[in-house]
């Protein structure tokens, strides 16, 4: 059975960092494309970062313009956790963030709608505010 468990949220100050986490289960974190989400109130739910499995594209990654050079996704396969290292931190940061996987090794757009409905995690809220 497919589960994806994000962690790590919270309040964090702007300027600062904060690495969510998502811990899978159901397949290996190498093995499928896997993207961060994000949604805040008012917004469309938005891809973030997407990876492709390890054997695809080399594993080729995608960032969305407002987080280039400030987020950085990764996965431990020790841990089968994919992260997302989130540094400089701004205020337009704040969401619920969610991981996800698509059930295929690569990601055409890193689009919400790529990824199918109930391989979701339930999400992590993160604030970003003095």
């Known amino acids: 059975q497919v589960q994806l468990v994000e962690s790590g949220g919270g309040l964090v100050q702007p300027g600062r960092s904060l690495r969510l986490s998502c811990a899978v289960s159901g397949f290996t974190v190498d093995q499928f494309a896997i993207g961060w989400f994000r949604q805040a109130p008012g917004k469309e739910r938005e891809g973030v970062s997407c990876i492709s499995a390890e054997t695809f594209n080399y594993g080729g990654t995608y960032y969305a313009d407002f987080v280039k050079g400030r987020f950085t996704i990764s996965r431990d396969i020790a841990d089968n956790t994919v992260y997302l290292q989130m540094n400089e931190v701004k205020p337009e940061d704040t969401a619920i963030y969610y991981c996800?996987?698509?059930?295929?090794?690569?990601?055409?757009?890193?689009?919400?709608?790529?990824?199918?409905?109930?391989?979701w995690g339930q999400g992590t809220q993160v604030t970003v505010s003095p």
């Open positions: 996800a996987i698509t059930g295929h090794s690569g990601f055409n757009e890193c689009r919400p709608e790529q990824f199918p409905p109930r391989w």
